[in-house]
């Protein structure tokens, strides 16, 4: 195995200064800091994770604590921030919530002694006052923290969050502009900070154009299963709606299903508008009109945070795009 010698010896600097290139130290000029890291790829080098947490009095481990794995979402975001991590040397504990306030507040409770190098928030769920309040504290007890979905800003809490009102305005907007003026939404609200502000977009969207109804308002999981039962029990009911503004891919694709079942076409009969581009949608027939996500540029941010310095308090905003396929 290379080590921190043979990178100096070959890039013809000290080893300190290699160290200090690894560790993210700014005040290396960047000609040096390029001649190392060139160095340390042509050599094969890679840093030995446990003795730099030895030297610092914590680990190269970063925890990424997801709301619920089986979302696609949160399966993607999870491969790009594994990818991005083991590029800056540091190692993921992944660690599946389930929609357990307990779950969360336990591991809270152990994180300071578990001599973490960060720790990563991933949920889409509201959070009861005690765990922001732990959360908050997280970086008094040395463990650095970062939001990924929710702005927690106010409790100067690094965040990283698409603008998911936005998006759905803009999402309803396009159904509006094709003459679709019944437009069903499927998606979590309550309990969801997430789902909530995806469907104040809709709500708001629909009350401009003076087209919002109540009962064209399904709050449901995200299931593919949710997306099904709720078209099927509306259609059973005699509800008509000619448009559909799904919370996530999930249920918008177990909405087409309904619909398929049914024997009413996507988008002659129906026009159905998800959330979050999926992989899958794109290879569906009709492929599945959807807003953007970027869980590698959503990786790429949040691992920047625990390189170098201890992360500042910042918001960053990505926006998602109107991605028209053949659904609408």
């Given at each position: 195995?290379?080590?921190?010698?043979?990178?100096?010896?070959?890039?013809?600097?000290?080893?300190?200064?290699?160290?200090?290139?690894?560790?993210?130290?700014?005040?290396?000029?960047v000609?040096?800091?390029?001649?190392?890291?060139?160095?340390?790829?042509?050599?094969?080098?890679?840093?030995?994770s446990?003795?730099?947490?030895?030297?610092?009095?914590?680990?190269?481990?970063?925890?990424?604590?997801?709301?619920?794995?089986?979302?696609?979402?949160?399966?993607?975001?999870?491969?790009?921030?594994?990818?991005?991590l083991?590029?800056?040397?540091?190692?993921?504990?992944?660690?599946?919530?389930?929609?357990?306030?307990g779950?969360?507040?336990?591991?809270?409770?152990?994180?300071?002694?578990?001599?973490?190098?960060?720790?990563?928030?991933?949920?889409?769920?509201?959070?009861?006052?005690?765990?922001?309040s732990?959360?908050?504290?997280?970086?008094?007890?040395?463990?650095?923290?970062?939001?990924?979905?929710?702005?927690?800003?106010?409790?100067?809490?690094?965040?990283?969050?698409?603008?998911?009102?936005?998006?759905?305005?803009?999402?309803?907007?396009?159904?509006?502009?094709?003459?679709?003026?019944?437009?069903?939404?499927?998606?979590?609200?309550?309990?969801?900070?997430?789902?909530?502000?995806?469907?104040?977009?809709?709500?708001?969207?629909?009350?401009?154009?003076?087209?919002?109804?109540?009962?064209?308002?399904?709050?449901?999981?995200?299931?593919?299963?949710?997306?099904?039962?709720?078209?099927?029990?509306?259609?059973?009911?005699?509800?008509?709606?000619?448009?559909?503004?799904?919370?996530?891919?999930?249920?918008?694709?177990?909405a087409?299903?309904?619909?398929?079942d049914?024997?009413?076409?996507?988008?002659?009969?129906?026009?159905?508008?998800?959330?979050?581009?999926?992989?899958?949608?794109?290879?569906?027939?009709?492929?599945?009109t959807?807003l953007?996500?970027?869980?590698?540029?959503?990786?790429?941010?949040?691992?920047?945070?625990?390189?170098?310095?201890?992360?500042?308090?910042?918001?960053?905003?990505?926006?998602?795009?109107?991605?028209?396929?053949?659904?609408?």
């Amino acid at each position: 195995m290379k080590t921190v010698s043979d990178v100096a010896r070959h890039a013809g600097v000290s080893p300190a200064t290699v160290s200090r290139v690894l560790n993210g130290n700014t005040k290396v000029s960047v000609d040096i800091r390029n001649k190392v890291l060139e160095s340390a790829r042509q050599l094969g080098y890679r840093p030995n994770s446990m003795a730099q947490g030895l030297r610092k009095g914590r680990s190269n481990t970063v925890a990424l604590l997801v709301g619920d794995i089986a979302q696609r979402h949160f399966a993607e975001l999870t491969l790009h921030i594994q990818s991005e991590l083991e590029a800056a040397g540091m190692d993921l504990l992944l660690y599946n919530l389930g929609h357990s306030p307990g779950r969360l507040k336990d591991f809270l409770g152990r994180a300071p002694s578990m001599k973490l190098r960060g720790l990563m928030l991933a949920l889409s769920d509201k959070l009861p006052k005690d765990i922001v309040s732990m959360l908050a504290s997280m970086p008094d007890a040395g463990v650095p923290i970062v939001s990924i979905g929710q702005d927690m800003t106010r409790q100067r809490i690094p965040s990283i969050v698409h603008e998911e009102k936005a998006a759905a305005h803009r999402a309803v907007t396009y159904l509006l502009q094709r003459g679709h003026r019944r437009i069903a939404y499927i998606g979590k609200i309550k309990g969801s900070a997430i789902g909530t502000e995806r469907f104040k977009g809709y709500q708001a969207a629909l009350r401009a154009a003076d087209a919002y109804d109540q009962t064209l308002v399904w709050d449901l999981t995200y299931r593919y299963s949710a997306g099904r039962d709720a078209v099927l029990r509306a259609l059973d009911r005699g509800l008509a709606f000619t448009g559909i503004q799904a919370g996530s891919d999930e249920i918008a694709m177990g909405a087409m299903a309904a619909l398929h079942d049914r024997g009413l076409a996507v988008p002659r009969d129906v026009a159905v508008v998800g959330f979050g581009d999926i992989e899958m949608g794109a290879y569906l027939r009709p492929a599945l009109t959807t807003l953007s996500s970027h869980p590698d540029v959503a990786a790429r941010h949040v691992c920047d945070f625990f390189v170098g310095d201890e992360p500042a308090v910042e918001l960053t905003l990505m926006r998602r795009a109107l991605i028209e396929r053949d659904s609408v």
